[in-house]
């Protein structure tokens, strides 16, 4: 075909043994995100150790976690909710990756959790404990372990992980 | 509405690191599509861009930093952005661009850098999740696909060993490219299933690597393809979707924002029976087990099926449905947008009959190309057609 | 253009997400063009940055408070007018009939506005200078005075028009009798730049509905027409491109004018919303645009040609200046403003018996990249 494929492949030693030319930056980038109406009142009713969800009021579909409006119908959403700490774990995994992709000595357990009480399906993501990594299982029941009250923040790691029932 | 052809490709080395800089990337790519298509800049009326996060290539508003690489000076030049999906989404855009009449030759020009951010990739990728649902609990990304699979082998039964045939075939077609980062000839379903556990049920060779590259196309109208070029590929058909943010909502084991994309796509291009009338396709597979996951959104697959075609060897280069002839994300590389390359790239090349040691038997006639993005939740299709 | 809503526009909006800033945005856009989100639209374009987003990939975050879940929605990595032009190129495919478009300013939740700024120029070149991003603006403005027939009154006098204007916008911040003599007095940031001539930030969410001239029709009596768009970029190197011209804004003129068929635009234009996010951005635009008949904006803006009552009124809605800096809502904006000019709904504001108006975009520091768009009613 005659193309020219091209490309100058490095490794990693020719950046840290200063063989190429490198500039370094650290951006300035903080944010302080509105959580808005309905996450805000998911996370003051966390610190206060309940769950809630959020109602359309066009077919009763309950939200969780809440939002403000409906994405199927689009409308304002109705009231809020309080759901059972309880769920079901949708999926899961066993991961030996940190954040930045370190190795970990010890896997975390993570799952995606539905509410009792949401509409079918709707759960949120967070850890899977007091469990051996054998008896995870999509469809397990699970409940939410919470952290002392005085030590919450009003932030989903308010709830320490999911036990089974 | 106004035809569209490909008419040149080019795309650089996929490598974990390149010397050159995004800019010079894109002018590499740049370079080879346009020597392919016979064309120069000047000829060209608008470009479009496409690119992933801001935070590899480290610049805020990277299609500002990328234009003059891309050959976007002085010209109209848009950067679309889809996440994963730009690599079969921009050049949708191009596609629009030209079929509006705005404009009868464009660039579009993918890249991405993967290398600049310090610790790793994974750190913009961090950044991916909800600041206040997900963030807080310090994700990996790679959770978020290991739940995905998980659920995807639960729902319908596959074994780990059936996606790992994936990873195999997909790194060994890999070798017949000159770009490829990770092609392997002696790849086995053992080694993959033997390789270091990441986050289960992802382990390490179920993985595509992160790349630098970049890739890019010309497309031109009707009028112009058929001047300048014996092997135009026609753009018949285009289709994106995305679904919620709320990813924890749904059910992960079926792609239904892609089967919605895809459907759009099949009815511009006129297709009825995608299975029967698709000759090749190139299937996004930043993991051997989306490729699986995308046969079946694509409807080229039932629902947990595609393990099955995987199989019995269907999906191979000589099968009756060649899957990632270019070696795919898993065996080139995947240097995010810029995969372009091999999924739109390699469709165009596979239909011109270009596509080397590459190419799949039996002169294709109609091919599809498709990415994936966001937080599980978009995808981008192209039918295309010698 | 046959719907147009926003919400906005606060220095701070810590009641509502940036979903729900624009989920009222959207609903009011929606009601204005009488469509269904969920039914009638068969495509979204969302103008976005992740940067100011402070979410990677931000595409994610997009579809629902549209009302765009499982259909088609994509992400332009560009101002507002750059995703009108997506817009308007997918319906003149014939494959579109109505489509959306969204940009919207959350810059409340941004803690470090400047140190963003500077995460956009190059990296290995003027990032390593260490400067506040604005060091740019100061040497745009001092090439543009040096080589154009403007002085550093005329830019102090945009800050008092605009400013005046938007004391007649009803959800403008920054309205206020300001006189030239306060704005010349105003604190040197970057000679000749002074800190009354920088537009501060502001929240809003913007949504306007498109439609196919057959569909238009059938939705409203009031359609306002695209007669021409146009969107071009200047180099990124700061040495090679022009500081004193704006460039960009001349090139996406005559793509846009060409497509208008528009020749002679002083004389022809009724209205005309720019970007004056820096105060002598708004005359080096107007000149770029053909609107002040060569190099002299300054001494249009002296005899009046540009105020509420003058020829040209430019920015009635009192601009960034005037109104605040929305990012990559400020082009949306600008087209919003001129669709209610052109449907006689801009309330005090309104420039009487225009019909035929031309918005500006321009990306902000450090790009040289903006586009125009001409509509009709
Ligand atoms: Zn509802």
């Not at chain 2, 996929?14 to 800019?23: A, D, P």
């Amino acid at each position: 075909m005659g193309r020219k494929w091209r490309g100058t492949p490095l490794t990693a030693a020719d950046i840290a043994e200063g063989r190429v030319a490198t500039a370094e930056w650290r951006p300035e980038a903080k944010y302080a995100w509105s959580a808005g109406e309905s996450i805000g009142r998911f996370l003051e009713e966390l610190q206060e150790g309940h769950l809630v969800g959020r109602k359309c009021d066009v077919d009763d579909t309950v939200f969780f976690p809440p939002r403000s409006f409906c994405q199927e119908h689009f409308v304002r959403a109705g009231e809020f909710v309080r759901l059972k700490n309880t769920g079901k774990v949708e999926t899961y995994s066993v991961s030996y990756l940190d954040t930045d992709a370190r190795r970990l000595e010890e896997p975390v357990y993570v799952g995606v959790i539905s509410i009792d009480g949401a509409a079918e399906g709707m759960g949120f993501m967070h850890f899977l404990g007091e469990v051996e990594e054998k008896d995870l299982a999509i469809g397990m029941r699970v409940k939410a372990v919470w952290k002392p009250k005085k030590e919450r923040m009003g932030a989903v790691t308010d709830i320490l992980y999911f036990k089974p029932v | 509405m106004r035809k569209v052809a490909v008419i040149g490709a080019g795309m650089t080395l996929f490598r974990r690191r390149l010397l050159e800089t995004g800019k010079e990337m894109c002018f590499q790519a740049v370079q080879m599509a346009l020597e392919e298509a016979g064309l120069e800049l000047k000829d060209v009326d608008a470009v479009v861009s496409g690119s992933a996060p801001d935070a590899f290539d480290g610049v805020h508003m990277k299609g500002e930093y990328l234009l003059d690489g891309a050959g976007g000076v002085r010209k109209p030049y848009m950067r679309v952005f889809t996440g994963g999906g730009t690599a079969c989404f921009s050049p949708i855009a191009g596609w629009w661009h030209v079929a509006s009449g705005l404009a009868d030759v464009v660039l579009v020009v993918n890249e991405e850098k993967m290398s600049s951010i310090t610790p790793h990739p994974q750190y913009a990728f961090a950044n991916i999740w909800d600041p206040i649902l997900d963030r807080p609990l310090k994700p990996n990304l790679v959770w978020i696909f290991a739940m995905e699979m998980n659920r995807y082998m639960t729902v319908y039964g596959i074994e780990k060993a059936d996606i790992a045939r994936v990873a195999v075939k997909n790194k060994r077609n890999a070798v017949d490219h000159p770009a490829a980062q990770l092609a392997d000839p002696n790849i086995t379903v053992d080694d993959v299933l033997n390789s270091e556990v990441m986050a289960w049920p992802v382990q390490r060779l179920d993985i595509s690597p992160p790349s630098d590259g970049a890739s890019a196309l010309v497309l031109a109208s009707e009028d112009v393809a058929r001047q300048v070029s014996e092997t135009p590929v026609w753009i018949s058909g285009v289709g994106w979707c995305i679904d919620s943010t709320m990813w924890t909502n749904r059910d992960l084991s079926f792609p239904e924002y892609l089967a919605r994309a895809a459907q759009q796509a099949y009815g511009m291009a006129k297709i009825e029976n995608p299975r029967k009338e698709v000759d090749v396709v190139e299937p996004y597979d930043p993991f051997d087990y989306k490729e699986l996951h995308h046969l079946e959104g694509l409807l080229l697959a039932d629902k947990g099926e595609a393990p099955i075609l995987t199989r019995e060897g269907v999906t191979q280069r000589d099968g009756e449905l060649p899957t990632c002839p270019s070696g795919g994300l898993m065996g080139v590389g995947n240097p995010i947008a810029a995969t372009m390359g091999i999924k739109t790239g390699e469709i165009y090349w596979q239909l011109a009959g270009k596509a080397g040691r590459r190419q799949v038997p039996g002169s294709p006639q109609v091919g599809v190309c498709q990415a994936w993005g966001d937080l599980m939740q978009f995808s981008s299709v192209m039918v295309m057609r010698a | 253009m046959v719907g147009i809503g926003y919400e906005g526009f606060p220095r701070e909006t810590p009641h509502y997400s940036f979903k729900e800033l624009t989920f009222e945005a959207a609903l009011k856009a929606y009601e204005d063009a009488g469509v269904d989100p969920r039914k009638d639209v068969d495509s979204f374009v969302v103008c976005e940055e992740d940067y100011w987003a402070g979410w990677s990939i931000s595409d994610e975050g997009a579809p629902d408070q549209l009302g765009g879940v499982l259909r088609p929605l994509h992400t332009v990595s560009g101002d507002g007018l750059n995703g009108v032009a997506n817009a308007f190129m997918q319906i003149k495919t014939g494959y579109f009939d109505v489509v959306v478009v969204e940009a919207h300013s959350k810059a409340s939740d941004i803690l470090t506005y400047e140190g963003i700024l500077t995460f956009a120029f190059d990296p290995l070149f003027y990032r390593l200078l260490n400067a506040h991003p604005h060091f740019l603006a100061g040497l745009e403005m001092d090439a543009f005075l040096e080589d154009h027939e403007n002085t550093e009154e005329d830019c102090a006098e945009v800050v008092r028009k605009n400013r005046e204007n938007a004391r007649h916008h009803e959800a403008a911040s920054f309205g206020g009798q300001t006189s030239v003599q306060e704005v010349m007095d105003s604190e040197v940031l970057f000679r000749p730049l002074k800190a009354a001539e920088i537009s501060p930030l502001a929240d809003g969410s913007i949504v306007l509905v498109l439609a196919s001239a057959e569909k238009a029709r059938e939705l409203t009596d009031q359609p306002i027409w695209i007669r021409g768009i146009g969107w071009s970029s200047d180099s990124p190197w700061l040495e090679t491109r022009s500081l004193a011209e704006a460039r960009y804004a001349r090139w996406a003129a005559d793509q846009a004018y060409r497509m208008a068929g528009l020749e002679r635009p002083r004389r022809r234009v009724h209205v005309a919303e720019v970007d004056d996010r820096f105060a002598y951005k708004e005359l080096q635009h107007l000149e770029a645009l053909g609107l002040a008949g060569g190099n002299r904006a300054g001494a249009l803006l002296r005899e009046g040609f540009y105020e509420m009552k003058g020829d040209l009124p430019a920015n009635p809605s009192g601009g960034s200046l005037g109104v605040g800096n929305l990012l990559e809502a400020s082009g949306l904006f600008r087209v919003m403003e001129i669709v209610r000019q052109l449907r006689g709904q801009a309330g005090e504001h309104q420039v009487e018996g225009a019909t035929l108006g031309v918005a500006q975009s321009w990306r902000g520091i450090p790009t040289a990249t903006g586009g125009v768009a001409v509509l009709e009613a």
